[in-house]
T-cell receptor, first 115, second 112 residues
Framework: DAGVIQSPRHEVTEMGQEVTLRCKPI?????LFWYRQTMMRGLELLIY????????DSGMPEDRFSAKMPNASFSTLKIQPSEPRDSAVYFC?????????????FGAGTRLSVL | SQQGEEDPQALSIQEGENATMNCSYK?????LQWYRQNSGRGLVHLIL?????REKHSGRLRVTLDTSKKSSSLLITASRAADTASYFC????????????FGEGTQLTVNP
């Protein structure tokens, strides 16, 4: 398996623009997680899905953030409108309790810079 | 405060020395995991220890778990410059489902 695939790897955009981050989890995994990592705040869980259903979105900072998982092999995290304080590295991770006891497999991340 | 807090925040050692990192947590857990993150990369799972285990080994890694003290330690023996990375502990509790709670991490620097 290719692992968790995120795109794009880098995104530079201007304040006010819409940003869409994409994630393809490992085949067979039924849980998907979106994290944000900054020097100031560390690693923060934004939202996670079980079997494509959002379970906990309490970490989503504002209504400007939204996430979807239309099927088991794809998820998006959208920021609209983007702001400079959204600049961070965004990670997607997937896991399966039955296959691997909740061990999470992370993608390489998307480094977002909002100017 | 956050479940899963590492200590120290930063550690600098010479190649060949052992590195010990500690993690404390607050609530009952099912498992505790350690992850590694190289600069600019995603986290990578290293080792998992169950709540009914006290010690586990994997290569140069040794993990201990003390549920009475709600703490764990990660020992890396005979460190190498390539071990330079951030190390995070993560816990899953009895009510957290598939969610993990990550600590703030220990930045390990191994000097050649």
């Amino acid at each position: 398996d290719a692992g968790v695939i995120q795109s794009p790897r880098h995104e530079v955009t201007e304040m006010g623009q819409e940003v869409t981050l994409r994630c393809k989890p490992i085949s067979g995994h039924n849980s998907l997680f979106w994290y944000r990592q900054t020097m100031m705040r560390g690693l923060e869980l934004l939202i996670y899905f079980n079997n494509n259903v959002p379970i906990d979105d309490s970490g989503m900072p504002e209504d400007r953030f939204s996430a979807k998982m239309p099927n088991a092999s794809f998820s998006t995290l959208k920021i609209q409108p983007s702001e400079p304080r959204d600049s961070a590295v965004y990670f997607c991770a997937s896991s399966s309790f039955t296959i691997a006891k909740n061990i999470q497999y992370f993608g390489a991340g998307t480094r977002l810079s909002v100017l | 405060s956050q479940q899963g807090e590492e200590d120290p925040q930063a550690l600098s050692i010479q190649e060949g020395e052992n590195a010990t990192m500690n993690c404390s947590y607050k609530t009952s857990i099912n498992n505790l995991q350690w992850y590694r993150q190289n600069s600019g990369r995603g986290l990578v799972h290293l080792i998992l220890i169950r709540s009914n285990e006290r010690e586990k080994h994997s290569g140069r890694l040794r993990v201990t778990l003390d549920t009475s003290k709600k703490s764990s330690s990660l020992l890396i023996t005979a460190s190498r410059a390539a071990d330079t990375a951030s190390y995070f502990c993560a816990t899953d509790g009895e009510t957290s489902g598939s969610r993990l709670t990550f600590g703030e991490g220990t930045q390990l620097t191994v000097n050649p």
